[in-house]
């Protein structure tokens, strides 16, 4: 079965430039997450999708930052204009559905604002 | 709000050596999860827990849920350099949480 796909792995932006990454979840999940990972830090969830709806974007910074997930299966989350803390591993991960059902991680994409 | 804290942060272990991690949550939860992280990769499951007084054991690695003292503990008997890691839990509430990661490091 093959696992959650996210690109790219590595991403180097100056600050106030904009980017945006991708994650394909793993077949016939219905729910998909991203997570934030701050050096040091344990995730954080920015925002949770089920199918194409928004179940949870309550930490997400949306004066910067936005995220879809078109026909419910890939997604992209974008950050407009990135600032240096910003800086982190920005991970997908998908579920066969919202609850009481275990995630499976990507390999994440590493941003580093400059 | 849910909060979860482990500890400790750091471990130095040696090898052959028996040690635990400790996590602890702040709200009724009856499903928890290990991952582990190796550097520069992502998030490998290693267990789920789903109700008071699960224990499930992989290897070297023994997870225990204790849901009532809200408290789950990740023991690792004779440690081995492979094992060296981050390690994290994570609980499950309106959403998944996790703790700061607990960083092993198994020296000879």
């Known amino acids: 079965e093959a696992g959650v796909a996210q690109s790219p792995r590595y991403k180097i932006i100056e600050k106030r430039q904009s980017v945006a990454f991708w994650c394909n979840p793993i077949s016939g999940h219905a729910t998909l997450y991203w997570y934030q990972q701050i050096l040091g830090q344990g995730p954080k969830l920015l925002i949770q999708f089920q199918n194409n709806g928004v179940v949870d974007d309550s930490q997400l910074p949306k004066d910067r930052f936005s995220a879809e997930r078109l026909k419910g299966v890939d997604s992209t989350l974008k950050i407009q204009p990135a600032k240096l803390e910003d800086s982190a591993v920005y991970l997908c991960?998908?579920?066969?559905?919202?609850?009481?059902?275990?995630?499976?991680f990507g390999q994440g994409t590493r941003l580093t604002v400059v | 709000e849910l909060k979860v804290e482990q500890n400790p942060l750091f471990l130095s272990m040696q090898e052959e050596k028996n040690y635990t991690i400790y996590c602890n949550y702040s709200?009724?939860?009856?499903?928890l999860y290990w991952y582990r992280q190796d550097p520069g990769k992502s998030l490998e499951s290693l267990f789920v827990l789903l109700s008071n007084g699960a224990v499930k054991q992989e290897g070297r690695l023994m997870a225990s849920l204790d849901t009532k003292a809200r408290l789950s503990t990740l023991h690792i008997t004779a440690a081995v350099h492979d094992l060296s890691a981050t390690y994290f839990c994570?609980?499950?509430?309106?959403?998944?949480?996790f703790g700061e990661g607990t960083q092993l490091t198994v020296n000879p």
């Open positions: 994570a609980v499950e509430g309106s959403r998944l949480t």
């Open positions: 991960a998908s579920s066969f559905r919202d609850k009481n059902t275990e995630a499976f």
């Open positions: 709200t009724t939860s009856d499903r």
